[in-house]
Structures are given as C-alpha cells and as structure tokens.
C-alpha cells in the first residue's frame, strides 16, 4: 500500500496529539508507556504493504475491544491507576478531567471508527488499526513490568490477568492486518 504524503502527515500529527494529551493527563512517564503503541503502530504502518479488507481483521478486532473493556473494567475495580501513581509518582488525574475525557475521546473515538474507515480503505484506517492493535498487543504487556516497580515481591498487578487474553488477540490482528 503506497502511502500519500499527506496522511503520513495526519497519521503524525495524531499520533503527536494523543501523546501530548496523554502527557498533560498522566505525566511524563505514562505517556512514554503510552507511546510504545501508538509510535510502535504508526512505524508499523508507515512499512506495512497488507491491506486486508475488515472482514479478514474482524473477528480479531472486535475480540480485541471486547476484551479492552474487560480490561478496562478490571484496571478501575482493582484500582489500576492508584497503583501507577505509587510507581510515577504522578497523582492520578480526575476522571473528569478534559485532559483524560479528551484521551478517551480521541483515542478510543478514533479506534471505533476503524470498520467505517477500513471498509472503505482509507490508509487512516489501517494507520488507526496499527495504532490499535499495537497499544493493544506492545503496550499492555507493560502490566507485567509494573511489579518490579513495587516493593512487594513480584505478583499481580491490577490488569494483568485480562493482558492474558488481550494481547494474544491484538497479535493475531496485527498478523492478519499484516496479509493481505
């Protein structure tokens, strides 16, 4: 898939925008977390030939975001972000805060609209889709990394049982958005 000039641009430039929102939400080093997906799709995408349609990256995809939001769901009952701001040092933001409201809005927004995108196969879309399934399958495994942060022996860290489904699912979309 040869790539316009101009949505390598706009791909850039979100990717700049959800890490500087990501920043002014969570600190300097969440959003360095944060930016191991969303760099890691987007370089991903600026090599990537296959340009699958969505019915070959569906089933994974939806899998995926189902298992996000359970992800998502054990992170706040076990009180993820508590935890991270014990190792950042980072008080954790308001959840109403337009900082955190605009990461959700931009980032998940922008996920969702990957079948919309793909179906028409717009590059955005498989831009959208890396960034996805990368901060899925890279930067969740970082859940893995937390405990060695903490001054108890290593074990559970809030999030880390649904990485175990999560991820695998996300690898299995990047290999199938990797094939035509």
Known sequence: MK???KIVAAAFLFTGVILTVGYLA???VTDLIFA???LTGFIIWLFAKGEPSFDRIKIP???TLLLFIIHRVEEKVMKFFDRLSEITNVPTPDIASFEVIA?????VGAWLAIPYLIKR???????LSWTFFSAMGVTELTHFVFPFFTDEPYGYFPGMASVLLLA???WWGMKRLSKN
């Open 3 to 5: 790539k316009n000039s």
């Open 121 to 127: 196969k717009y590059a955005f879309g498989y831009y």
């Open 61 to 63: 995809y939806w899998g």
């Open 36 to 38: 191991s997906g969303f």
């Open 103 to 107: 990461l959700v809005v931009v980032s």
């Open 26 to 28: 969570f600190g300097l």
């Open 168 to 170: 695998p699912c996300a």
